[in-house]
Nanobody, 115 residues
Framework: QVQLVESGGGLVQPGGSLRLSCAAS??????????MAWSRQAPGKQRELVAF???????NYTNSVRGRFTISKDTEKNTVYLQMERLKSEATAVYYC???????WGPGTQVIVSS
């Protein structure tokens, strides 16, 4: 059973940075073969895909974060990261990592961007 534990969220001022981590375990196949994604859900809004990393190194981002967010994978630690720079208030949300192929979700980590 896939388990995902997100961490690194918190309160940050506009323009600040955060790095989210997602520790993943319980995969049927080795972690490096999985695509991974970060999504977020803001209050009163639908969950949206923020960043996507393919197993072979391709990255893609939603337009609103491209150039400021970076997704990366550490296949030795089975961990996925989301580095977030120049944060804006609209980034306030609960952030989730997921391996789309499994349909699994973690509990998420809360990010609040506010002065």
């Amino acid at each position: 059973q896939v388990q995902l534990v997100e961490s690194g969220g918190g309160l940050v001022q506009p323009g600040g940075s955060l790095r989210l981590s997602c520790a993943a375990s319980g995969f049927k196949y080795i972690f490096s073969t999985y695509n991974m994604a970060w999504s977020r859900q803001a209050p009163g809004k639908q969950r949206e895909l923020v960043a996507f990393a393919t197993w072979d190194g391709h990255r893609n981002y939603t337009n609103s974060v491209r150039g400021r967010f970076t997704i990366s994978k550490d296949t030795e630690k089975n961990t996925v990261y989301l580095q977030m720079e120049r944060l804006k208030s609209e980034a306030t949300a609960v952030y989730y990592c997921t391996p789309p192929a499994t349909g699994s979700w973690g509990p998420g980590t809360q990010v609040i961007v506010s002065s």
